[in-house]
């Protein structure tokens, strides 16, 4: 190999190694890219909307339809905690203002700084399940042993679409005290 | 030509040395033919690996209920098992195959960059040992499925110790496979004999060259989601982690803008092997060869625009499904281009039928219906039946077992001779084909009816009623571990002398029409084409000319 193959050959190298670099760098940008793109509803993700704090506003209380919201209480792998809904389910009226309960105790000795995130089913439906009041709308600090009863305020708004008759709402616990 | 060569070679004899002495040689080698010794061994080694941890996942599942192994085990044999032949044997054979036989093929005298070539595969060899040692950790080997998802792989119970290992043998392997493609692509632009055009190409270099582009791209971003596991797991960052504000389904797609042209970094590679050998035992120029450059560019660009196919039940708005589930079945269309142009190459074509043909001739069937289950799948709805069960098991495994593999064994039949000067033997060759292609169907085909009624794949233990159907798979598997042994006789025995016959330097008849390590002496002088042929074969690409 001549000196000036062996300089094409090491140019073109270096070229096709940044190319590589910029494509780990797309790795990471792809990141607030998925925030975009669930934003303008290419993917559906209900986190936003779930732990949106909604404004209490008066809508006409459909009597004639029922909805069903389930509610499941789950904690991961590693949260030491007690948790549970009053209730596995509850038939609503669209328009009409609800308040659940939710009963969480911490279990250790320590503070426990704890966050719960909430999922829906289907995931379209938390555009329509406003929520006034949530345990879920921040962090949630337990003293040792202490038990809490959360109230969750909501309304299901009455533009909900005729297809759903169920909703099923899933909260879990994650234990964030370690990364404060 | 060969006379021209062997003179050429003497002449030059005072500034070129032959390899050095002893097992140094192996370590320091900067020798293309050296290097592709090295990958397609290290490859073969780690298929009989990957291929051990097969048979205790088919063992495990030859009747019902836990016999041998403990469900976390099982895991971890299914996750390695993934790891082990996709990142150590399927693709750096195919990178050993590509050093043997580019510069050949393009009459160059090495690779672009040789030293650098040495090190990618020393670095292959670190990565997978560094995977390999987690097998022996407290906790055992990852064993939430190759595709590393959150939550499960950062929860410690899961995966012990591993998970640090396993995502520093990623980055070494995909450091390691950059490396090699971008020696490959520098090779093919810059090396080429000035004879040969781009279009004069033989299809192995010109799928390789996209391949190569395709592991430049893919790779680093597969690395970045890894690392971002890490720091997820060790370091508070949440880009997984729903607590944080993360979420899990951001890996999924990540994962998948790297794993689906992934898969066709493993099989476009194979598609260049078949369109290679195909016409030299069909002595006939391969029918459409631009239509065949331009199928696997189009191939690869549709990769990059299907991911979530891969990930329909995990919810997206109907427009995606739509959209996902179309762009894949257009997939079927450069695919279906291709699998006529082989037929058509085979039609009225005076074929004879050694083993690498043979082997060619399973893969263009078998690889169809592969490519039919999966066009199955691309049905969004239908696929939320199909998800996560035995079907997809059934539809990759035939895409690669009877495709790539089976590529990479017509692919040493058909080149060793070449590199050894010895012919191996071809009844212990036909021999090992029907086994082969026979057990390969009774392993895999019932899989898919096992898929259709609702067996989930990665379990150890399975409802009684799958009972039959997967004991029948294993002993299908069975018998297609124990024929590769066959295999592994013949290259030992080819190395050491083969049948005793004497190959001519085309090996197979007319082979120099069709491709220039042909007009080579065999077997392959340590140096070749220090100056380039002064005129390229154009069989293969007659009717574009």
Redesign the interface.
Known sequence: ?NET?AK???K??RT??L???A??????A??PL?DVLCEW?????D?PDAIKKAPELAYKVDLNREVTIEFITTL???TPMEFHAEKKQLKVHPGEYYTVNFYAENKTNKVMIA?A?PSFSP?VTSRYFEKIECFCFSEQTFNAKEAKTMPMRFVVNPELPEQYKTITLSY?F?D?T??Q | MSAVVAEHDEHHADDHHGPAKGLLRWIITTNHKDIGTLYLLFALAMFFVGGSMAMVIRAELFEPGLQFVDPAFFNSMTTMHALVMVFGAVMPAFVGLANWQIPLMIGAADMALPRMNNMSFWMLVAGVLLLASTLFMEGGAPNGGWTLYPPLVLQPITVGKALPFAVFSVHLLGISSIMGAINIIATIFNMRAPAMKLMDMPLFVWTWLITAFLLIAVMPVFAGAVTMLLTDKFFHTSFFNAAGGGDPVLYEHIFWFFGHPEVYIMILPTFGVASTIIPVFARKPLFGYASMVWATGAIAFLSFIVWAHHMFTVGMPLAGELYFMYATMLIAVPTGVKVFNWTATMWKGAMSFETPMLFCIAFVVLFTMGGFTGLMMAIAPVDFQYHDTYFIVAHFHYTLVPASIFILMAAGYFWLPKWTGHMYNEKIGQLHFWLSAISVNILFFPQHFLGLAGMPRRIPDYAVQFADWNMISSIGGFIFGASQLLFLYIVIDTIKGGTGEKVTDEVWEDASKHSLEWTLPSPVPYHTWTTPPAMVPTEHVLDTH
Do not use: H, P, Q
Request: charged share 20%; hydrophobic share 55%; proline share 0%.
């Open positions: 190999m193959a094409k050959n090491i073109l190298a096709l190694l190319v590589a670099v494509m780990f760098g797309f790795g990471y792809l990141v998925y509803k290419w993917i559906e993700r986190r991961n792998e590693s966050r995130i995931a879990t994650f964030n370690e990364n």
